[in-house]
């Protein structure tokens, strides 16, 4: 029988799965319907420090092959999501869990980090680097000085497990490029993708865009990123140091695709548009539909393909 025990580092978690930071995990509720599911562990939404309403709706919208969405980072706060993992971090029945920050600006982030390395908290802290939604601020990995400033500001106050969120690439020179930054410091991990950003959706019949804020632009999920998420975390894979684990995040839609992520590379696996289709059930079958696949093939535990993808 299939073992799903997934390492990353030293946690243990009972599955590879858990939510895409952004959905499903905006309120204390949706965090503790994702612990009570066969989620491995949680994220948090990305938070500023002081509550955000985001931008206005419609801002998100299921498409046939994914979503797209242009929030804009609505958010409680830091300090709610910080009581929360520290609450939830007593319980010893409760995985390691992840606290995601995503300042309007690197003092915001620095902010938020020295806030967090000064507390309790002992799970791992994501910066979220790659939000598309906000308007007038620019992706920030997207520009690769201003993300080395930023790592480099990052670990001089930060002292705990650290993990950047990337947003996609597209050319094997970032590729390298970036992994050649983010080697320089002892991150714990990189989760890779954000949404593919500023894609839009047109309506034919009615000849408008799917959602209101910046005029329809918003950033891709499900179906149409899996085969982009899937390149970067192998791309990824190929370059970083091995201490960097790898969240992989995009396209997942079955127990083929968490296949797909691991056998490129990924330690965990994040879901984000099915799990806004489905809630939190979604784990239960993507966790069968995995250990399907497992048996199928007589692998007993992730490590047994994990990494392991054959080229031609
Ligand atoms: C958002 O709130 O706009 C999404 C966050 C993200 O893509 O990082």
Redesign the pocket.
């Known amino acids: 029988m299939a073992d799903l025990t997934a390492s990353f580092h030293d946690h243990t978690f009972q599955t590879p799965l858990m939510n895409a ?2 959905v499903y995990c905006y309120t204390t509720e949706e965090l503790d319907n994702l612990l009570a599911s066969k989620a491995g562990t949680l994220v948090t ?2 938070a500023t420090i002081n509550y955000r309403a ?2 206005p709706e419609p801002r998100y919208r299921n498409l046939a092959l994914g979503s797209i ?7 409680e706060g830091l300090a709610y999501y910080l009581d929360y993992v520290l609450k939830k971090q007593a319980d010893p029945t409760v995985p390691t869990l992840f606290l995601s920050v ?1 300042g309007i600006s690197m003092a915001e982030d620095l902010d938020m980090l020295s806030t967090i390395d000064q507390s309790d908290f002992n799970g791992l802290t994501e910066l ?1 680097l ?5 308007p007038g601020k620019p992706q920030v990995a997207y520009d690769f000085e201003a993300t080395e400033k930023m790592l480099a500001a990052a670990f001089e106050r930060f002292h705990k497990p650290l993990g950047v ?1 990337l947003p996609p690439y597209f050319d094997l020179t970032q590729f390298d490029i970036v992994a050649q930054i983010l080697n320089q410091y002892p991150l714990a991990y990189i989760n890779t993708i ?2 593919i950003g500023n894609g839009l959706y047109i309506d034919v019949d009615s000849e408008t865009v799917a959602i209101k804020p910046k005029g329809g632009f918003g ?1 891709l999920g499900g179906a149409y990123v899996l085969p982009t998420a899937l390149a970067n975390v192998h791309a990824f894979r190929q370059r970083l140091n091995p201490e960097i684990a790898i969240i992989g995040t995009g396209g997942i839609e079955n127990g083929a695709d968490v296949f797909a992520h691991l056998l490129a590379g990924a330690d965990l696996v994040q879901v984000g548009t099915q799990l806004m289709k489905d809630g939190p059930d979604v784990f239960t079958r993507l966790a069968a539909e995995l250990a399907d696949i497992m048996n199928a093939k007589g692998y007993h535990k992730l490590a047994d393909f994990k990494g392991k993808l054959k080229t031609l």
């Open positions: 930071s952004g939404k990305s985001g931008n969405n242009s929030m804009g980072l609505p958010n995503a979220n790659s939000c598309p939604n906000v969120k954000n949404s950033g």
